[in-house]
Each structure stands twice: as structure tokens, then as C-alpha cells.
């Protein structure tokens, strides 16, 4: 979810993410994420939901990553070291890029 503020509106996160603000906490499915407050706050829900926060502090942009509160997605905006042919058949390392912005877009066709 990309955002640019430092909170979000429950219509908003429930639209964006799937995750409700119910009595209980913050719910998505048979998932709920217990919560001291009903001020949805980007870093507190980051740290709840066990989901990766990137800021750009330059531009006022924020990306709150995948949640993972069982554990089983991503913990940190880190990608692995990956290296690729280009389309000229040269070797590619993604770690040529550390340091700067990057968007990965991943396709398949099945």
C-alpha cells in the first residue's frame, strides 16, 4: 500500500489491504492482530503486522509491504542478491543497483 501520510482511514487500509478494524483489532479473514488503539498510525501497523515500511522522505511517499503476522511473507524490503542475463546476454547483478530506488516486476504466464 503507498501512502502519504503518517496515517491511514480504516475505509482506506480495509480498501487498500483487506484488513478491518474490528473490537477485536485488526482483522483480514480468520487473522486478527490485536491493537491498543484505533489511530492507525503507518509505522505502528507496520510493526503489528509484521509488514516491511519503506519512506521516501524526499518525495513524502511511504510503502507499507505485504503483512505477515504468521510469518510466512516478507520481513524486510530487502531483496536477495540476484543476478540475471540482460537482453544482450550480459551478466546482470542487482546489487550494482544498492543504494538506489528499484521497482522489480516479476510476470509469469500461467
Not at 22 to 48: H, N, S
Not at 60 to 80: E, I, K, M
Amino acid at each position: 500500500m503507498i501512502g502519504d501520510g503518517s496515517r491511514v482511514e480504516p475505509a482506506e487500509l480495509v480498501r487498500r489491504t483487506g484488513w478491518e478494524l474490528k473490537p477485536e483489532g485488526l482483522c483480514k479473514g480468520d487473522v486478527c492482530v490485536p491493537l491498543e488503539t484505533d489511530v492507525l498510525e503507518v509505522d505502528m501497523l507496520a510493526e503489528r503486522l509484521g509488514a516491511p515500511l519503506l519512506r521516501d522522505e524526499t518525495h513524502g511517499v511511504w510503502c507499507l509491504g505485504p503483512a505477515a503476522p504468521t510469518g510466512r511473507a516478507l520481513t524486510t524490503a530487502q531483496a536477495p542478491d540476484l543476478e540475471l542475463p540482460t537482453i544482450d546476454g550480459e551478466s546482470f547483478a542487482l546489487r550494482s543497483l544498492r543504494g538506489q530506488k528499484v521497482f522489480l516486476l516479476a510476470w509469469a504466464s500461467w
